[in-house]
């Protein structure tokens, strides 16, 4: 039978060029960088507000229909905000931290800080609402020293800003709510009806490529979240290199449909600034990959037809089901040019379903397209733009950026230099020393080899982080991401994630965090509110983990890759504890560490009846 083709290619071919370096590294270039292009955001959102005032900008659900915003009244918006912001005491060194999560509003905020030269520092709203002591938020406000916060709901932020009251970290702060204003603070609508004055364009006109425009926070492998500059600059260049490498959405503005936190670069920088530089449109998805929170997501998709897709594994993954059982959500989203993950390997499983689902909704294959950067990196650093076979291939690197693979004990580990490599951590600058080598390459932290050694321009595989991997006591290199990979694969779907121990051990066991859904699918009969606990303690899912880890270690023999035991873990991952970030990506080290116990039930001489031995 004749495989199905794919959808009309719409990438160019990329041009790259090949330094072979005496070390053994290798630097590979992406094109030159087009100049020209506007010199801020805040340029770009005006010059949309003249040619296409009337262009839906962002959209966010408002009872069963959309609350909607064109380009001519956020601009508006955007102007009289950030006169507000300024009259405020909002400056290059007191920002706007923002609480809450994606809506028009908080869009609204961002956009007018960085109109007048003030820094936005988006805060993830787990920091607020999931978290149970609030040291995390009460660590960024400290550091960032914002003059003004916004939450969109002051009721639900209320805690939040309590823990910071008794911190003594509102002093000299302005609070700022959309609804339920509390008592002391400013309502957003009395804001937006301030007038602009000449000051606004004063402003606009004074910033430079190195004006801060945000501080991201990122919380690394431990420790408290560090704030990571991303300039003008940055995030200029960083869309012109997105519009080099996607030329057609000049002629045809993106359409999105799109969850992912702004807080984090894949949502806040490459996402919702693509939207604004193309003159595209926006559909903020109130939905989240996890049980319950899903179902909007899949609802949404039955009415906007999106013609790009971004997402992370995880959420793939979470999504499917629903993609699956709905022909118009798999027309929709299958109408998409491409679909694109970021943020962490996507499993060979996830990537099959997703062909599968393609084929049958349009009789053609999906352009599964993978990209590759840090918030230090503004985001995008690589991006694959042609059909692959399956998934770890991250492409080359982007116009204006490079990409050195240098030796590093059993890997190549990956560096960055370019226009969008962020100047370093606000207010650290020992943590900034640390993060470059001699010759200005950013230290990402990941590997990466070669597709093809001999011919480089077939793109880079990701080989995980150089941290994470570690040696058995027979010396042998254990590569964790992509043993993790693998694992969930085989026991899908009862694997929503899992965390690779076995540091100065014999063999190589795992923690494994369950998929709800998948766990209840393998259940006939049972409810569908069966807690968590119950459902990893039924024998149908022991059995499915058990054959598949099986299956695993038949096709993967060797003592680097044989899985030994695995323990399904009842209690979710902690934002606290920092084994998690709200994107769910999850922090091996961090795991292995808070749950030392389980690590230990894990090694011990004989399996308890909670751990499970491949059949």
């Known amino acids: 039978m004749t495989q199905p083709g794919y ?3 719409p990438f160019p071919a990329p041009a790259t060029h090949v330094e072979q370096r005496a070390d053994g590294g290798i630097v590979l270039r992406g094109a030159p960088l087009t100049t020209g292009h506007a010199d801020s955001l805040g340029v770009v959102l005006a010059d949309w507000a003249h040619r296409a005032p009337d262009r839906l900008f962002l959209a966010e659900r408002s009872g069963t229909g959309w609350r909607t915003l064109t380009y001519r009244a956020a601009h508006e918006a955007v102007r009289a905000l950030g006169q507000a912001l300024l009259e405020r005491g909002a400056s290059a060194e007191r920002p706007v931290a923002i609480l809450s999560g994606n809506s028009i509003d908080h869009a609204l905020v961002t956009f007018a800080a960085m109109h007048v030269g003030v ?6 709203v787990a920091y607020s609402l999931m978290s149970q002591d609030h040291a995390k938020l009460a660590h960024v406000v400290r550091t960032t020293t914002p003059a003004v916060i916004f939450a969109d709901n002051g009721a639900a932020f209320a805690g939040g800003v309590e823990t910071l009251r008794r911190e003594k970290l509102m002093d000299g702060v302005r609070l700022v709510c959309s609804t339920a204003v509390p008592a002391g603070a400013e309502s957003l609508d009395d804001l937006l009806r301030t007038r602009a004055t000449a000051d606004v364009d004063r402003a606009l006109a004074a910033i430079g490529p190195d004006t801060v425009a945000k501080v991201l926070f990122t919380s690394g492998s431990t420790g408290l979240p560090k704030g990571v500059i991303n300039t003008v600059r940055m995030l200029t260049t960083n869309q012109q290199a997105t519009i080099q490498t996607f030329p057609f959405f000049a002629t045809r503005p993106p359409v999105l449909l799109d969850w992912l936190p702004w807080n984090h670069t894949f949502g806040g920088n490459f996402v919702l600034h693509q939207v604004l530089w193309n003159g595209g449109t926006l559909y903020i998805d109130d939905g989240r990959p996890m049980p319950g929170l899903i179902d909007k997501t899949v609802a949404n998709l039955r009415e906007v037809e999106p013609t790009a897709y971004y997402n992370v594994p995880r959420g793939y993954d979470v999504m499917l089901p629903g993609v699956e059982a709905d022909p118009v959500v798999a027309r929709h989203l299958f109408g ?6 970021g943020g962490a390997a996507l499993p060979e499983n996830v990537w099959r379903r997703l062909d599968s689902a393609s084929v049958k909704a349009t009789g053609l294959r999906p352009l599964l397209t993978a990209a590759w950067g840090s918030t230090e990196t503004a985001p995008l650093a690589t991006v694959l733009t042609w059909p692959v076979d399956g998934p770890g291939n991250i492409g080359l690197p982007v116009p204006g950026v490079e990409v050195l693979l240098t030796p590093n004990g059993a890997k190549m580990e990956l560096r960055v230099r370019g226009p ?4 370093g951590y606000w207010r650290r600058p020992d943590l900034t020393q640390l ?12 590997a990466g080899k070669l597709a093809d050694p001999k011919v480089p321009t077939k793109g880079i595989v990701f080989d995980g982080r150089v941290a994470e991997d570690f040696k058995l006591t027979s010396g042998t290199w254990v590569h964790a991401g992509g043993l993790r990979v693998s694992a969930i694969a085989a026991m899908a779907p009862v694997a929503q994630d899992c965390v690779v121990a076995g540091h100065d051990r014999d063999d ?7 998929n709800p859904a998948g766990c209840l699918a393998l259940c006939p009969g049972a409810a569908p509110d069966t807690p968590l606990a119950a459902l990893i303690e039924r024998p149908e899912v022991r059995r499915k983990v058990a054959e598949g880890l099986a299956a695993h270690n038949a096709a993967n023999p060797g003592s680097s890759t044989r899985i030994a035991r695995a323990i399904l873990l009842a209690a979710p991952a902690s934002i606290d504890a920092n084994e998690i970030t709200d994107k769910g990506y999850i922090n091996q080290r961090a795991v292995l560490e ?7 039930r894990l090694y ?4 308890d009846a909670a751990t499970i031995v491949p059949a």
């Not at 820094?119 to 993830?124: L, W």
């Not at 993060?435 to 390459?441: E, H, L, R, S, W």
């Not at 190589?508 to 369950?514: A, K, S, T, W, Y």
């Open 7 to 9: 959808k009309n290619i």
């Open 435 to 446: 993060a470059f080598d001699a010759d200005g390459f950013y230290r990402i932290g990941d």
């Open 119 to 124: 820094p936005a520092a988006p805060v993830s």
């Open 508 to 514: 190589v066991r795992l923690l494994v965090f369950p």
């Open 420 to 423: 969008n490599v962020t100047p």
């Open 594 to 600: 808070h749950r030392d116990d389980a690590v230990k």
């Open 604 to 607: 011990a001489a004989a399996a």
């Open 336 to 341: 998409a040019e491409f679909l694109f993950y």
